[in-house]
Nanobody, 123 residues
């Protein structure tokens, strides 16, 4: 059974930083593309960042480019999302996802999802 352990969410002031982590079990982590999505209240779940199973290039939503950095460690397992210069609009539940996908930003393509971690940015 696939399980994700997400952590790192919390309350932060605008302009601050948080680091999310996601550790997966029950799957061969190094063979899956990994992504972060987020869902704000009353809004659809949206793409934030993704990295291919092999590592290397990461992909970001325009809204977070230059402020967020996603990384993965195929030896130790976790994926991370370093979030700097957080904005109020970044308040959302952040979800880790895994899949073998062609289109990284399409949430329907992912097979497995974490339970989410809440990030609240105060203005």
């Amino acid at each position: 059974q696939v399980h994700f352990e997400e952590s790192g969410g919390g309350l932060v002031q605008a302009g601050g930083s948080l680091r999310l982590s996601c550790a997966a079990s029950g799957l061969t982590f190094s063979t899956y593309d990994m992504a972060w999505f987020r869902q704000a209240p009353g809004k659809e779940r949206e793409f934030v960042a993704a990295v291919r199973w092999s590592g290397g290039r990461t992909y970001y939503a325009d809204s977070v480019k230059g402020r967020f950095t996603m990384s993965r460690d195929n030896v130790k397992n976790p994926v991370y999302l370093q979030m700097n210069s957080l904005k109020y609009e970044g308040t959302a539940v952040y979800y880790c996802a895994a899949g073998r996908v062609r289109l990284l930003a399409v949430r329907e393509r992912y097979d497995y999802w974490g339970q989410g971690t809440q990030v609240t940015v105060s203005s």
